[in-house]
DNA sequence: GCGACGCTTCGGCGCGCGCCGAAGCGATCA
DNA sequence: TGATCGCTTCGGCGCGCGCCGAAGCGTCGC
């Protein structure tokens, strides 16, 4: 039995609790939240979103390595830390879903706030009011099936993808390409994850119709986006950055 | 637009620790993972659980509370607390899926570990041995469809399923109705969560092939549900309770 | 080679939070 | 009605952990 069950990991309250433990610093929730931009970081860079001094930060990025939530490279002088997985970035989604069923709370807002709800990467794919209408778009059209349990692209939308230059294709399988459902926090309902949402993001990068805003995970449309997204997705984005489904 | 961007939870960082500082204490991570079992518990019961005194337990389960994390349900004098929505058990799911592809660690494992490991609940469906086997036993027959996005089931799993006692029509709906992997930590593989994962494992109670163990999540297989399970998914439970695909 | 910079380690400090015994309140039962 | 039990609140205690300034090491650029 290849997969005889592992017996050596069996007490899951303490093993939660540890990786809770260190999710539950603030410093370092700042940092592994500003890695959801799915870029990697120095650890200066992530001193400073984690508002604590560089000896502060180096305690806290050394235990974030050692659990294995973060990966390190070197270059040179600089550390570059990424996050680990995709797990730890979805168990960041877990973290942040049931956060916002949470109590109420009344915390100011700001501009980077607005930024962020209208479009940002939620690790390798895309969130906020863009993702979700690109998430509604799609389901809309029937090329896409989302609900709670999962999603799926369906013939219509391999088609529509591979004519949009996403090619989701496996030679010679006749499997179906799911869609992860990804519950987004701003929007409270469903973009979309995996690997057909990181392919969507990539190929709308790689077009020029969004791009990252320096420091933050908010994503700003272009004005080819703007034109883009309307074309092939019936999206009307805003000089806000809102996104709406364009009128009929 | 009805779904206009909740601009009043932005600040992603301390929300996220805010959640994770409450899940990231020793007891009352125990007592969160007793709750995974599904069934609601006392706060006396989640004392023992989390090993602390009853005046302890209640200043923690104040706090979940307060947190959303866990709701309450008052009987005379028992107080019955349950975790608060699926998105709870989900985000406790993602902390060990992350936990287990931490740093190697050993511990002591013991007969409790052995039946966890075996067949156990994952908040509303099954987990371990028997959980992964059922999905394998699916997906090798082709009624189901696994993978990192998603899964759903297939025509003749609709039958097979409908055959078995579970309708999961959806009355003139044509949607494909999709399983949730759920990435099992004993087994490090999927078993099948979702609507499809928690409607197997209420027949297979109900069917009288498993019962849950008191005290504990583990659940054990019956006389009739090792027969069962081997005439209709083709799995051996030996003596011991492990699960293994049965012999040509 | 030297100075600047990124990063880590060290040591001391202070704060927060979980701990439990005692006490109190309300529900239950004989 | 009185005793028991489940549960919560209160108050004091101790421990752990994050904080940062100082110092040290290695890299980089002039």
Redesign the interface.
């Known amino acids: 039995?290849a997969?005889?069950?592992?017996?050596?990991?069996?007490?899951?309250?303490?093993?939660?609790?540890?990786?809770?433990?260190?999710?539950?610093?603030?410093a370092?929730?700042?940092?592994?939240?500003?890695l959801m931009a799915g870029k990697a970081l120095t650890a200066s860079e992530l001193a400073y979103v984690g508002g604590v001094a560089p000896p502060t930060a180096s305690g806290h990025l050394a235990k974030l390595a050692?659990?294995?939530?973060v990966v390190v490279a070197t270059q040179g002088r600089h550390r570059y830390f990424r996050l680990?997985?995709v797990?730890?970035a979805?168990?960041?989604?877990?973290?942040?879903?049931?956060?916002?069923?949470?109590?109420p709370?009344?915390?100011p807002?700001g501009p980077?706030?607005?930024a962020?709800?209208?479009a940002r990467t939620c690790y390798d794919h895309l969130a906020?009011?863009l993702g979700?209408g690109l998430a509604d778009a799609l389901t809309r059209r029937g090329l896409v099936?989302l609900?709670?349990?999962?999603?799926?692209v369906t013939d219509d939308g391999h088609r529509f993808l591979a004519e949009f230059g996403i090619d989701l294709e496996q030679a010679g399988r006749s499997?179906?390409?799911?869609?992860?459902p990804c519950?987004d926090?701003?929007?409270?309902?469903w973009h979309i994850?995996?690997?057909?949402g990181a392919a969507l993001a990539d190929r709308c990068f790689g077009l020029g119709w969004i791009a990252r805003v320096r420091d933050t995970r908010a994503v700003s449309v272009t004005p080819a986006g703007r034109s883009g997204f309307a074309e092939s997705f019936g999206l009307e984005i805003d000089e806000g950055g809102?996104t709406?489904p364009k009128a009929a």
Do not use: Y
């Not at 050692?66 to 939530?69: E, G, I, T, V």
């Open positions: 039995m997969h005889r069950a592992r017996l050596a990991v069996m007490t899951t309250g303490p093993l939660i609790a540890e990786v809770a433990a260190l999710v539950g610093d603030p370092r929730a700042n940092m592994l939240t500003a050692q659990a294995r939530l680990a997985s797990q730890v979805r168990m960041l989604e877990g973290l942040m879903a049931v956060a916002v069923d949470g109590p709370r009344h915390r807002t980077r706030d607005k962020l709800a209208a906020g009011g979700v099936q609900d709670d349990d999962g999603g799926a499997r179906r390409i799911f869609c992860r519950l926090w701003s929007e409270r309902r994850g995996g690997a057909v809102q709406a």
